[in-house]
């Protein structure tokens, strides 16, 4: 993952390709109107394909062709990753389909495309956002608006405060047992994997806040992108609330299209499975990413084959009386599956999750043995472990309150001296290292 | 006219906006004093018996003490986690002098460390990390205020500019509240350096799979290294002191990664340092990356020990003519 300016001509081409396309699939009708679509799309991909793809399943070829004593038999591309490539590209797609599915009008004004494909707050990663949503809003003249640039501004600060604090703070103890996983007890291996679903939920979602406060400040309306995801009940419920802009775009541009749930049951399975494959690759070239895609399909599957079957047990065993319990369990697949996120390998995966029943015995046993927490964590885990308490009870609120209301109804001193609280916070905890954001890269 | 009055942002919203100005600019400005008044009164943490950095003392305090048949070593952490000075005393019979430490110091703060203490006879080889030689190069303001903090002596090696000190400030307030990163690691620590100044603390650990600090060697402009590089050399050659330079090992992954890059920068250092003799290639110190311990220029012991063995192979014909 880059940023190299020339790469902007890449960026250049699609916009110059779909916003033609866009004006052609319009002015056309039946099979010359698909055409132009096609080739819209085979250009999108077609650059992902190659920045993106390439070297991935060149990879794959060559270690096929070396059984037949062939040793690389295409050469590499000596390309790096332009940054957010896979989400600009996606937003140009969202386009020319919806031109093509007649929700849209084909946008004339070069100037007005250009700007919604690189609309500076979510360019590099997201909200992929819809032609609907944005595209008029270009046209529309802001005033000046003191509460809504201080909402603005606030959902930024919140966003560094979750960048910053929480998940580069966060990542220090993630980095140092992922990249040596056998240099470390067991227990750890665990407190990384959790560690690391708050960090990417906080570096993602702070990245979010911050583009929406920006863009809010500015006038403009993005969609909404995390609703607390870890107090999902389900693995689907999970996926309605993470990164909704890129499982609304799966929705819309590829599971529908399949067929969606209108088709025979192995179909419907079969459906599900293919988007949360295309979704893992959509985030990386490399094989873990494809298993967490996968798992997450097959979680999903499981999930609604076995519906009836854990309704009537939970019922009979009265666990349905365990109100978080559904919660818990939905974390603990979210997390496992995190485990190939995370890490850079399958070898280094595999280790981590045939390490984790002995760091859970581990951590029970420090339990049992009443080994007083902070002593066990030692004080730089300690304290992850409070800011991630203080980040769920947050979203726990913000889920079911509208907190930014009660916030604003406060009086005046409660709210500027949390804003120099949070303001100090970012200031003395953050972590300030040049660390970028995980989502860049995709 | 009629335009701006009636359509304007500035003047239909100015009384919001004016609000909206004046809070902003109360609001940084009661920040900002907290903070200087914070930052002036708080104390960083520090323990010089094991902080890193404080064997900077170690190192002055030999560089002071030996005043013969010297080799002095400048560069970054790359010659304290790289280089058995041990086998070179042993094979090439001079007087060690590790000055390397780390190379977020830059490259001004090492040779300035250095320069009022060259003596007639001293062999100086710089060991520079190729990023050291790039202008956008930026040293790391936070470990100079911290070195200077442990050795003052050093304040006179590295002069911040305005931003550098407000940055300065700015990580002596942030450090005060938590722990240094540096000291978390037994291995960077002031008490695993030997008397020559070579870091011990590392052999036989376990080394990363995954190797830190890699880097894409980009935008080759380096007159501000060349420069720096070209007084120093007027002064070695003023006290009869020879300047040699080396360059450092680094691994095979990241060669291929950057070898253009690394060849041109070679060349361009030969066209405009022509008066220092290079003893070496880039491609003589790449390694295989199991050779290497956490980050892309920190050595494990096996690594150490063939670097060590090519360096003295490649220093061998200066010491002797000398």
């Not at chain 1, 699609?14 to 033609?20: K, L, S």
């Not at chain 1, 797609?93 to 494909?117: C, D, P, W």
């Not at chain 1, 003191?146 to 405060?161: A, E, H, K, Q, T």
């Amino acid at each position: 993952m880059a940023f190299v300016p020339i790469y902007i001509l890449i960026l250049g081409f699609t916009i110059v390709i779909d916003y033609i396309a866009g004006i052609y699939i319009e002015n056309s009708e039946g099979k010359r109107r698909k055409l132009f679509l096609v080739m819209s799309l085979i250009a999108n991909i077609g650059v992902l394909a190659i920045f993106k793809y390439f070297n991935f399943l060149n990879d794959n070829f060559s270690f096929l062709m070396k059984g037949f004593g062939l040793q690389d038999p295409i050469p590499y591309l000596s390309i790096l990753l332009p940054v957010g490539l896979s989400f600009h590209t996606f937003q140009a797609m969202s386009y020319t389909i919806e031109v093509y599915r007649g929700n849209q009008k084909a946008e004339r004004h070069f100037g007005i495309y250009s700007l919604y494909v690189m609309f500076y707050p979510q360019l590099v990663a997201g909200p992929i956002e819809r032609p609907q949503n944005l595209l008029h809003q270009f046209r529309e003249k802001f005033d000046f608006d003191y509460d809504r640039v201080s909402s603005g501004l606030r959902l930024m600060i919140w966003g560094l405060f979750k960048k910053v604090v929480i998940a580069d703070r966060l990542a220090i103890l993630v980095d140092t047992v992922y990249n040596n996983p056998q240099g470390h007890k067991d227990s750890s291996l665990i407190i990384a994997t959790v560690f690391f679903a708050f960090q990417i939920f906080c570096d993602f979602s702070g990245y979010s806040d911050m583009a929406i406060g920006a863009a809010r400040v500015m006038g403009f309306k993005l969609m909404t992108n995390f609703r607390s995801p870890y107090q999902s009940k389900s693995v689907q419920e999970f996926w309605t609330r993470w990164h909704i802009s890129l499982s609304t775009w799966f929705k819309d541009y590829l599971y529908i299209p399949l067929g969606g749930n209108r088709v025979a049951i192995p179909r419907y399975y079969l459906n599900i499975f293919i988007v949360f494959l295309v979704s893992g690759l959509w985030h990386g070239a490399s094989w873990t990413f494809v298993i967490w895609g996968a798992l997450h399909g097959i979680f999903i599957i499981c999930g609604t084959i076995t519906t009836n079957f854990r309704n009537k047990w939970s019922k009979k065993l009265y666990l349905d009386k365990i109100t978080f319990l559904p919660t818990l369990i939905t974390f603990i697949l979210v997390g496992f599956a995190w485990i190939f996120f995370r890490a850079d390998n399958f070898p280094i995966a595999l280790y981590v999750i045939t390490h984790l029943w002995s760091g859970f015995k581990e951590i029970v046993f420090n339990l049992i043995n009443n080994l007083p927490i902070f002593e066990y964590l030692g004080i730089s885990k300690f304290f992850a472990l409070g800011l991630i308490i203080f980040l769920e009870t947050i979203n726990y609120y913000k889920d079911k309150y509208d907190i930014a209301y009660w916030f604003t109804s406060k009086p005046m001193a409660f709210r500027w001296t949390t804003y120099f609280v949070v303001a100090l916070t970012i200031m003395v905890c953050g972590v300030f290292d040049n660390r970028q954001f995980i989502y860049f890269q995709f | 006219m009629e335009f701006l009055i009636t359509d304007s942002l500035f003047i239909s919203n100015f009384k919001d906006l004016k609000k909206f100005i004046i809070k902003s600019v109360v609001f940084l400005a009661v920040l900002s004093l907290v903070f200087f008044s914070l930052s002036l009164t708080l104390k960083r943490k520090y323990n010089p018996k094991t902080d890193y950095l404080a064997a900077i003392i170690d190192k002055h305090h030999r560089l002071n003490k030996i005043d013969s048949n010297r080799l002095i070593l400048i560069g970054g952490s790359n010659l304290t986690f790289g280089l058995n000075s041990q086998t070179i005393v042993d094979k090439l019979n001079v007087n060690v002098i590790n000055m390397g430490l780390h190379a977020g110091l830059g490259l001004e703060f090492m040779l300035n460390e250095v320069k009022p203490f060259i003596r007639k006879g001293d062999i100086i080889v710089l060991c520079l990390e190729y990023t050291l030689y790039l202008d956008d190069f930026k040293p790391d303001v936070d470990l100079i205020s911290f070195t200077q903090h442990l050795y003052p002596p050093s304040k006179v090696y590295y002069h911040f500019n305005i931003e550098e000190k407000f940055l300065a400030n700015y990580a002596k307030f942030k450090k005060h509240f938590e722990e240094q990163t540096i000291k978390i690691d037994p291995v960077f620590n002031r008490e695993k350096f030997d008397k020559y100044g070579d870091n011990l603390g590392h052999l036989g650990l376990p080394g990363l799979k995954e190797l830190r600090d890699k880097e894409r060697i980009g935008k080759l402009e380096v007159d501000k290294s060349v420069k720096l590089i070209k007084q120093f050399e007027t002064e070695c050659k003023q006290k009869d002191a020879k300047l040699l330079i080396s360059y450092v090992s680094y691994p095979k992954s990241q060669y291929q990664r950057n070898k253009k890059a690394i060849d041109d920068l070679n060349q361009l250092l030969h066209q405009k340092i022509s008066s220092v003799t290079f003893i070496n290639k880039p491609e003589d110190y790449i390694f295989n990356d199991d050779l290497f311990y956490d980050t892309v220029y920190h050595l494990n012991g096996k690594g150490r020990e063939k670097r060590t063995e090519r360096f003295i192979r490649d220093l061998k014909s200066f010491v002797v003519k000398n």
